[in-house]
């Protein structure tokens, strides 16, 4: 899957691609393989926004695709629209973090991706919120019955 045409300039401001800000702004350049970012001193990607958490969310490339993780945050992160804890971001794709968008923008190829995309968890957040018994098949029991739902022989 290519993200870029061939005649499109890559020129990007970091060696792993860039966050450009939605509605202007210098870009964020991606300048290793692994970022935190939030609004301390000691993040990798600084923002200094009321709304942006200490330690917001980390960044990290694994098979040539960056992922998302929020970390506890308290305004959250999302991509395209949506909250997630943990995702691929997708070349292209918009991330939120707290309410500031951006555009992320890389090229998989260059940073070793090969075949199809790496698997995206973000079914996971959502088989986490159903119970244990759900998960398993299994149907809730009727808690006031002592034998469930049947009769005692």
Known sequence: ??????????????????????GGGDPIPLIKDRLTVGRRSECDVQLKFNNVSG??????????????????????VKVDGRPVIRKRLD???????????YLVEYDPQALGAYGPPPADDEYLD?????????????????????FGNKDPE
């Open 1 to 22: 899957m290519n993200y870029y045409d061939d005649d499109e300039d890559l020129d990007f401001a970091g060696p792993y691609g860039q966050l450009t800000p939605v």
């Open 55 to 76: 330690q917001h969310c980390r960044l990290s490339l694994e098979h040539g695709y960056w992922f998302i993780r929020d970390m506890n945050s308290r305004n959250g």
């Open 91 to 101: 070349p292209k794709c918009k991330l939120s973090i707290a309410r500031h968008e």
């Open 126 to 146: 959502e088989l986490m919120r159903s119970s244990l018994m759900d998960r398993a098949g299994l149907s809730k029991r009727d808690t006031k019955r002592p």
